[in-house]
Structure formats: structure tokens, C-alpha cells
């Protein structure tokens, strides 16, 4: 691993109770159910890189603040990543769509929780239960497509 990236990804909840999530489509964690967000651009801040990547990834433009909740480490030599993710927090409403990264739904976590990566529910986790900080070190990242590895 030659860098370290930041990410920014949200837990959005809207006015029924239910998670905004993204079915993603490919890289190393296609058919996963993920929380939104990705990696914050230079002169971008963490609010402003998760609102832009659940525009990009769902097709809601949330016109609500996002607040910090938390943050986690990710770091695996499988697919020689290492990542500080900001987690944030928001509520919206609107009607997900299908994009080139994944196709967006509102889900109750029961429903999602088996095809969520560790990531998702570890951020879910915390949000909910107000903690502030989680790691997945080498195995405890859940690659799900280790073909696009070779």
C-alpha cells in the first residue's frame, strides 16, 4: 500500500425509518449492500465529498446537513487498500435510482442485513449506538469478487 485514502460515507435515514443503500455493481465488492460515499477530493470537505456521492450513487440530492458521527479504519493487503473513512449522518427523502456504480434503494436493516459488507453494518452499528470509531483489518474486509483481484 503506497497511500492512505479518505473517504466520506453517510448513513441517510429518511421519514419512515428505512437506510438509503447501494447495491453495488462492480470492483471488489459487487452484489454488496453499502452505505453511500467514497473518496473526499482535494479542497473538497467531508460534507460536501458525502453529498456529491450520494447524488453521484443514489440520485438523491439530500438537502439536509450532514452531521460527523463517527469514523473507521479500513485496511487490507488483499486488495492493498488502506482507508480513513469519515461516517456521517443525514435525513432525506426521494425516490432512488439505478447508476453505473449500483442500483439505490431505502431498505429496514433487517431486510438488508445479510447482504450488507462489514463495513455498512459496522457504521450502522455506531450510529446507532452512538460510538464514535471501528476498524476491519486484512480478513474482516468482506472482498465479496476476488476475481477482480487477478
Excluded at 447524488?55 to 463517527?70: A, Q, R
Excluded at 442485513?113 to 468482506?142: G, Q, Y
Amino acid at each position: 500500500m503506497d497511500f492512505i485514502k479518505l473517504n466520506s460515507n453517510a448513513v441517510v435515514i429518511n421519514s419512515e425509518g428505512k437506510i438509503l443503500l447501494v447495491r453495488l455493481k462492480k470492483g471488489n465488492f459487487a452484489g454488496a449492500l453499502c452505505i453511500p460515499g467514497g473518496g473526499v477530493q482535494p479542497g473538497e470537505l467531508s460534507h460536501e465529498a458525502a453529498r456529491r456521492e450520494v447524488l453521484e450513487e443514489t440520485g438523491i440530492d439530500v438537502k439536509n446537513k450532514f452531521v460527523p458521527f463517527g469514523f473507521c479504519e479500513l485496511m487490507s493487503d488483499k486488495i492493498n487498500q488502506h482507508k480513513i473513512v469519515m461516517l456521517l449522518h443525514t435525513q432525506a427523502e426521494g425516490v432512488p435510482k439505478e447508476t453505473d456504480e449500483g442500483s439505490a434503494g431505502w431498505y429496514d436493516y433487517e431486510e438488508a442485513e445479510p447482504d450488507l459488507l462489514a463495513f455498512a453494518k459496522e457504521a450502522i452499528r455506531i450510529w446507532k449506538n452512538k460510538e464514535v470509531h471501528f476498524k476491519l483489518v486484512a480478513d474482516e474486509v468482506d472482498v465479496r469478487n476476488i476475481s477482480d483481484l487477478v
